[in-house]
């Protein structure tokens, strides 16, 4: 990903939660989203992000299709000293992101940026490789089981529009490349 797929980047972001979050958050939060104000957002968040994080787009036809995003894992009980400064050399790494233009879902476009951000992750050296997904998100839920994540047991929430959205851990030993 670079500078200027920032905004592709939004749109199939944006995109993406109004479709899969339909009905798990709530509707007037999911209309509200912003293409434009995400973008603002990232643009910021861009120029600062850790080495350690990698931002993959798919495209076709030269138009962004799809955006991943895989870095150091973020919860303390699975990266000891995570937020501390300096910090430990993490030894799991997240799938921080994953999202496909909605009407390409099911067409490749996820499995090959997971196959990316997996090999991306490898090469930072984690061992394993964690992501939160949606609790009701039966889609998301079967792809990443189809890619070799079990849940783990952590379940946490988060306000959304006034709403608590629950999510569960997943997580998937990496094994060296053959």
Do not use: K
Not at 50 to 64: F, H, K
Not at 88 to 107: C, D, R, S
Not at 143 to 170: N, W
């Amino acid at each position: 990903m670079t500078e200027a797929d920032i905004e592709a980047v939004s749109a199939v972001r944006v995109r993406g939660w109004q479709t899969a979050y339909r009905g798990l958050m709530p509707q007037a939060y999911l209309d509200a989203m912003s293409v434009a104000a995400d973008a603002e957002r990232r643009r910021s968040w861009f120029g600062r992000r850790s080495p350690e994080v990698s931002d993959l787009v798919a495209e076709r036809d030269g138009e962004v299709v799809g955006w991943a995003c895989v870095g150091p894992a973020r919860d303390p009980d699975i990266a000891p000293g995570a937020g501390e400064l300096p910090a430990p050399e993490p030894a799991a790494g997240e799938l921080l992101a994953l999202y496909v233009a909605p009407g390409l879902i099911g067409t490749g476009i996820g499995r090959a940026l997971m196959a990316a951000g997996t090999a991306r992750a490898r090469a930072h050296g984690f061992h394993t490789l964690y992501l939160w997904v949606v609790r009701g998100n039966t889609r998301a839920q079967r792809f990443y089981e189809r890619a070799g994540f079990v849940p783990d047991g952590a379940e946490e929430a988060y306000e959304v529009g006034g709403s608590s959205v629950p999510e569960l851990r997943y997580r998937r030993p990496l094994t060296p490349e053959p």
